[in-house]
């Protein structure tokens, strides 16, 4: 499992942290804007691959070629609402997959302690609460409140105050003896809901905490 998490945390870290708007919107009109993407992908698995797997160099062509594909039939045949949010799961569990697949038959070992398992760890889980958190809950809201016009970023606003809400939610989770983390995300998340006046606006406060449990869950 040591081998998995690295390769998923230079994955997770190029699907987001290192895909900024403009790449995003450049990977969706036009197949350079996808062959940067990839190969922004390539360059945090090298010196995974370098690391833990002999013969990496074929190990990268299947990488890169499987990233390329699944990608490429993500944008030929995106959708709006419910249509985009499933496929955003779906092109994330196949590449993890794909991961998966490499670490196995490649067979990748390393054993993560100390500083190192914290570091993959936490790296892991603030990553995923945190950018691809922004991303579902972006995805969620627009499934029931669907919106025109194409691509459309994530508010300034929207995006800070999510990212602040799930960092606290996980290091509440984390820090935290787990029932009361629990107890307390919870907590916030009834609230959220109680106190907003539109009976709308709970819905990304609560899948925003729900991810983050889920996240925590997961990883841990």
Known sequence: MGAFRVFLLAHLLGDFPCQPY??????????????????????????????????????????????????????RFIRGGWFELGAFFLDQALHIAVLWAIVRLSGAQVVLTGTAAAVVRWGTIFVL?????????????????????????????????GMVERSVAVLAVLLLPWGVG???????????????????????HVVSIGWVLAVTLAVT
């Open 182 to 204: 629990l107890l307390a995300a919870a907590a916030y998340a009834v609230g959220a809901a109680v106190r907003l006046r539109r009976s709308e606006a709970w819905l990304p």
């Open 22 to 75: 403009a790449l995003l919107r450049w990977k969706l009109t036009s197949i350079r804007g996808l062959l940067a993407h990839v190969g922004i992908q390539a360059a945090l698995a090298v010196p995974v691959l370098a690391w833990l797997v002999p013969a990496w160099g074929w190990w990268l062509l299947v990488l890169v070629l499987t990233h390329f594909l699944i990608d490429w039939t993500k944008v």
């Open 129 to 161: 609460a945190g950018y691809a958190g922004a991303v579902v809950v972006f995805l969620v809201d627009a499934a029931f409140h669907p919106r025109g016009g194409g691509f459309q970023r994530i508010p300034a606003r929207q995006w800070w105050t």
